[in-house]
């Protein structure tokens, strides 16, 4: 018998940029540059994991398909526009390439999983450990009837695996070897149902493959974005789109929870879930890019999300509209590459941000010039919104970063209450909707005058973080982008010198300066990537087009090998950081292409 833990078998997990995204529209799964799934969820983004090796080691679960013999190369790529990856793997002795995919077009939660012999004879093995609840529970695994495959059930769930060889048990895992010789293949399906139901039916895996590529392939083809980097916008497009949730048009942040924006940090947070803000902002790239079906689905989800009261309204909630995301601490994994807490839910869920109204105002207004059908409720639930934002403007909030050292009258999210008011009122004129023109029109102007008075200090010639702070924030670029002061205004000029004087390093820009501890946690993190764009987007805006190409193109040269971004960078370890891939930072770049490009709707 082989050495099931021999030396090929690493104990942590890769760096996170040597991840690769799979995706059902539903759920998703991490795929190592060494064929080992690391991560998967199921049913639901937001599930508790079968395979946690991302934030622990694989005794957290994983499944890997390997050759016995040491690697001397990996290679991947998507096949064109789709979310289907192919690896390929080569030894001394051959070639073979892995593919992986999850079917868009089934019914289950499924991932296949293709070895095909390319040149030579490689020895191959499956590793298989499944482990429910973030790696904690074993299951109890039976033979399938009649085919080869095994049942794995604990407690609500169960994992089929079906195989076109024969699979043993060692030590707790599922395991098989098996040689690989030219056109060769070898197939393997996991599927996920209920525990109480019957083993779903075996699937049709050629002809899914064909499908799942035809329906991604016709989806990207809808992009009306043809410029200079059509390439990285339309991966971008993909991932966005991989991380609806089609059910019922949720849109999540990331597929991952606490991926640490400091490495061995205790800035790890759960990004499963579905942000106001980022859910609007993505839909003005997918909107922007000729995606309109999204939009709309987007929008019955947020009229069942927030449902019948404004005062109510949070900023951020589960797929289907749940509110309750209390977070906790999962004590058995010890974190990626031992970042802890491992936290699941997110207690930002009971914050305050203004910001949410004028992104939503914003998406709303790119809808409607976009020519996208509205209901008359779209336009009641922003009139209701807004309304329920005349009596909040003036409080302090928690700010987009979501700071936990306590609420603040942040600027960034004054001038977004302030554009949630601009967008209504043009849209009032230019839409001939009804509302209160002129109440609406005196708060705006108020909402300016008080920014301008309190939100820029003097002294440092700057917009500032909040009233009464002499420290700056990246979040402030967005002041000219929205049209708050046109970009040639004096004092837009010198914030933005002052944001590249206190905030750029390494070439790339830091959110704010960690060090003042407004955020409550005391540590440092990386750069964060989406505020890197807007820097590029400001220097467009100001006429800088070198200067933004040059920006653009060294962001785009830190995407991994296929095209995928975390949330942030550290320049100096030249590593990915943050939960990943980060919806955020791939709008950011939709975004910036499109602007760059001359291509942008507004």
Not at 9 to 24: E, K, Q, T
Not at 169 to 197: C, D, G, K, R, W
Not at 225 to 244: C, D, F, N, Q
Not at 521 to 532: D, I, K, Q, R, V
Request: hydrophobic content about 40%; proline content about 4%; aromatic content about 10%.
């Amino acid at each position: 018998m082989r050495q099931l833990l021999n030396s090929s078998f690493r104990s942590l997990p890769l760096p996170i940029a040597d991840y690769a995204l799979i995706g059902n529209c539903r759920t998703a799964a991490l795929i190592g540059k060494d064929c080992s799934i690391d991560w998967l969820c199921v049913p639901r983004f937001d599930s508790a994991a079968c395979l946690s090796a991302l934030l622990g080691t694989i005794d957290h679960g994983c499944w890997k398909l390997e050759p016995e013999e040491a690697l001397i190369s990996t290679s991947r790529q998507y096949c064109g526009d789709t979310l289907i990856l192919e690896t390929r793997l080569t030894t001394g002795s051959g070639e073979v390439v892995v593919t992986d995919c999850m079917p868009k077009l089934d019914g289950h939660t499924s991932i296949i999983r293709r070895v095909k012999g390319v040149r030579g004879r490689v020895r191959m093995r499956f590793f298989l450990r499944l482990r429910f609840d973030y790696g904690f529970t074993v299951p109890w695994v039976t033979r399938l009837h009649d085919e080869e495959g095994i049942r794995a059930i604990a407690g609500p769930d169960q994992v089929i695996i079906r195989s076109s060889i024969p699979l043993q048990s060692e030590e707790l895992n599922t395991v098989a070897y098996f040689e690989m010789a030219e056109q060769e293949e070898e197939t393997f399906v996991l599927q996920h149902a209920a525990s109480h139901l019957p083993v779903p039916d075996r699937l049709d895996v050629d002809a899914l493959l064909n499908e799942t590529q035809e329906w991604w392939e016709a989806w990207s083809a809808q992009c009306t974005y043809h410029g200079p980097w059509r390439e990285a916008v339309m991966r971008s497009l993909i991932v966005l789109k991989a991380l609806t949730y089609s059910p019922t048009g949720g849109i999540v942040a990331a597929p991952t929870t606490s991926l640490p924006e400091d490495l061995g940090g205790i800035r790890n947070w759960d990004y499963r879930y579905c942000w106001l803000r980022d859910a609007a902002l993505t839909l003005s790239a997918l909107i922007s890019c000729g995606y309109h079906e999204e939009a709309q689905a987007w929008n019955d989800w947020l009229h069942r999300s927030i449902a019948g009261d404004a005062a109510q309204t949070q900023i951020m909630y589960g797929v289907s509209g749940e509110r309750m995301l209390r977070e906790w601490s999962v004590e058995n994994l010890p974190g990626y590459h031992n970042a802890k807490p491992v936290r699941i839910g997110n207690a930002a869920s009971d914050q305050i941000q203004l910001d949410i109204y004028g992104v939503m105002a914003h998406v709303a207004q790119l809808g409607r010039n976009a020519g996208l059908s509205r209901s008359h409720s779209s336009w009641a639930l922003q009139t209701n919104l807004l309304n329920r934002l005349e009596l909040k403007w003036r409080d302090p909030d928690h700010g987009i970063w979501e700071v936990r050292g306590g609420t603040r009258q942040f600027v960034h999210s004054k001038v977004m209450a302030w554009l949630a008011f601009d967008c209504a009122l043009k849209d009032m004129v230019r839409y001939n909707l009804s509302g209160p023109y002129e109440r609406w029109q005196e708060i705006r102007e108020a909402l300016h005058n008080d920014i301008c008075s309190y939100g820029f200090n003097v002294g440092i010639g700057s917009f500032v973080q909040y009233y009464g702070s002499d420290g700056v924030d990246a979040s402030l670029l967005i002041l000219p982008l929205v049209g708050f002061l046109p970009i040639s205004d004096p004092r837009i000029q010198s914030t933005i010198k002052v944001i590249e004087k206190k905030l750029l390093s390494g070439g790339l820009i830091r959110r704010y300066e960690t060090e003042d501890n407004v955020d409550g946690l005391n540590s440092e993190e990386g750069a964060f990537l989406a505020c890197s764009f807007w820097l590029a987007d400001v220097y467009a805006l100001d006429g800088r087009k070198e200067a933004a190409n040059a920006l653009f193109e060294r962001l785009l040269a830190l995407r991994n090998d296929v095209g995928l971004l975390a949330e942030e960078y550290d320049a100096h370890q030249k590593v990915q950081l943050g939960n990943f891939p980060q919806g955020f930072s791939h709008l950011a770049l939709i975004h910036t292409a499109l602007l760059l490009s001359g291509e942008l709707q507004e």
